[in-house]
């Protein structure tokens, strides 16, 4: 069977690569604060559509803060790819047709889905291999509790892909996978997933994945309150508890299966 890859960009970025194609989610950022931004090299290669970026038909945003989304990025991209889609969250797209119409550079909206946080879970479509639904995600933490947050099930030829985004950890905020018809092949998650009860509890007894893959890690160099020492430290006391895990920290960091 042909594997699929997974390949860190920043942050939680991510490009997915199966049979040569190849969609980004959150992959095109400015970065925020302990959180690195897409480097500018990815991003030339990106544009210029070269390897390990040579395929991408399909860009997805889960919401529209500085360290997941930069309209600036994603417009280039967009111009420069022509036959690339773009799907995000409603606050998202209307940043990208703001700074589209501001440049006068103006795109086809035929080829930008929006997602509707309140209609999120009735979102389905396609991209060749890539069967792509959304699900609505309340985002972690009080001060963003009004942040429309889209997750996305990825199907690739059975296998399934959760990434929630910046999802709220409790029980009650992943009710929407009580519905789906498959298990949870891969999730992939930020890292106080593992460095904390709460999270790993979440992780075994509601997301149940095959397998898991950690992301959204601080920059080494701006973690000054050693966040992921910390994190690493939880994992390693427990990580008997939880299933295959991988950890993608820094950029071209991937995994296959």
Known sequence: ?????IMLIANAGILIDYKGRQILIDALHEGHQMFPATPPEAFQQLLDGEPPFNAVEAL????????HFSARMALQFLLRHPDASFISDEPSAAALFDLSHAKS??????????VSWNTADNFQTSSGAFVIRGLSFQHEGSNYA???NIGYLLTIEGKTILFPGDARMSPGNYQCLASLSQPIDTAILMFPFISTGRGQNLIREVIRPHRLIIV?????????QHFTDSAKRYFEKTRDQLMETYFLEKYGDSVEF
Do not use: C, G, Q, Y
């Open 1 to 5: 069977m042909t594997a699929i890859k």
């Open 60 to 67: 997805l945003f889960t919401h529209n803060h500085v360290d």
């Open 105 to 114: 550079e103006i795109l086809d909206r035929s080829r930008i889905r929006t």
């Open 146 to 148: 009004d942040t429309p």
């Open 216 to 224: 959204h890690w601080p920059d080494p160099a701006r973690d000054s």
